[in-house]
Nanobody, 119 residues
Framework: QVQLVESGGGSVQAGGSLRLSCAAS????????MGWFRQAPGKEREGVAR????????YYADSVKGRFTISQDNAKNTLYLQMNSLKLEDTAMYYC????????????WGQGTQVTVSS
């Protein structure tokens, strides 16, 4: 089992920045990849970014490419999402997820942290 706890969400003006954190505990060495998802009211959940456990491979949704950066600190067992140049459409609940499968099918999820971007 892996437990994930997100933090760092909040309210920010458009153009601003936030850094989300996801603290992992439990059998973290079983994880192959971790990622960030988001879901806005009335919309489907969207994959935002993904990183593999070796840290060398990352993926970003087109909507955030160039503005968001996913990273991990293995010593702290923490996943990060640095979000710059935030837009109104980035407003959503952000979730951290982890996968214990090589195919990166997520089977562990955090409770989420709210990000609200205002004009």
């Amino acid at each position: 089992q892996v437990q994930l706890v997100e933090s760092g969400g909040g309210s920010v003006q458009a153009g601003g920045s936030l850094r989300l954190s996801c603290a992992a505990s439990g059998n973290i060495y079983s994880t192959y990849c971790m990622g960030w998802f988001r879901q806005a009211p009335g919309k489907e959940r969207e994959g935002v970014a993904r990183i593999y456990s070796d840290g060398r491979s990352t993926y970003y949704a087109d909507s955030v490419k160039g503005r968001f950066t996913i990273s991990q600190d293995n010593a702290k067992n923490t996943l990060y999402l640095q979000m710059n140049s935030l837009k109104l459409e980035d407003t959503a609940m952000y979730y951290c997820a982890a996968s214990s499968t090589k195919s990166c099918i997520y089977n562990y999820w955090g409770q989420g942290t709210q990000v609200t971007v205002s004009s």
